[in-house]
């Protein structure tokens, strides 16, 4: 059974500050791995998705990793500000590649 | 576009009452999931569909729980009855279907409590 696990549970950084959050997975035969953000009371937002055959995915100042070998991801925020806040996820294709298998989350802050 | 749209996006009710939640996925997307989060077990995946199709309900919890699809362009949820156990936030997402590549688009999600 696929396992997801993000670490830490929660960081808070200050304004400008460079980050990475971390996301481990216990089967590395995936298809992908998909980073979303997710704001109080709302829904998820995609923000990347890594192919299994691409080590990187860049998307404005995030940049994803993918390392199947090892069942690593870390999502790289730069520069980071207060509009940053939220709690990210990351989620593995499971069953055949139809369902996710979803991560505990990192709830970040960024403060002034 | 609009969006994956859910309704209501709040709901109170008494343990024992009839929930319906609504969900209208993105035009063009086949396949529909409908997931519950909480804080102690994050978020799970109770049943998707295929061209309307229930392909894997074993994410249900219970008999309690029951999803349907008519038409491509809207999904329930219905819980009955209801318990306090059931309160949760539950989302509704859609996505091209077959294309395990492609993003996932969700609801806004519909927070339900049980009293």
């Known amino acids: 059974k696929q396992e997801v696990t993000q670490i830490p549970a929660a960081l808070s950084v200050p304004e400008g500050e460079n980050l990475v959050l971390n996301c481990s997975f216990t089967?590395?035969?995936?298809?992908?791995l998909q980073w979303f953000r997710q704001d109080p009371g709302k829904g998820l937002t995609s923000l990347l998705l890594i192919q299994s055959s691409q080590r990187e995915q860049t998307s404005g100042r995030l940049n994803a990793s993918l390392d199947k070998s090892s069942g690593r991801s870390t999502l790289y925020i730069a520069a980071s500000q207060p509009g940053d806040s939220a709690t990210y996820l990351c989620?593995?294709?499971?069953?055949?590649?139809?369902?996710?298998?979803f991560g505990t989350g990192t709830q970040l802050k960024v403060e002034l | 576009d609009a969006g994956v749209i859910q309704s209501p996006r709040h709901e109170v009710t008494e343990m024992g009452q009839e929930v319906t939640l609504r969900c209208k996925p993105i035009s063009g997307h086949n396949s529909l999931f409908w997931y519950r989060q909480t804080m102690m077990r994050g978020l799970e995946l109770l049943i998707y569909f295929n061209n309307n199709v229930p392909i894997d309900d074993s994410g249900m919890p219970e008999d309690r729980f029951s999803a349907k699809m008519p038409n491509a362009s809207f999904s329930t949820l219905k819980i009955q009855p209801s318990e306090p156990r059931d309160s949760a936030v539950y989302f509704c997402a859609s996505r091209r279907r077959g294309q395990t590549n492609e993003k996932l688009f969700f609801g806004s999600g519909t927070q339900l409590s049980v009293l």
């Open positions: 089967d590395s035969a995936i298809y992908n």
């Open positions: 989620a593995v294709p499971t069953g055949g590649g139809n369902k996710l298998t």
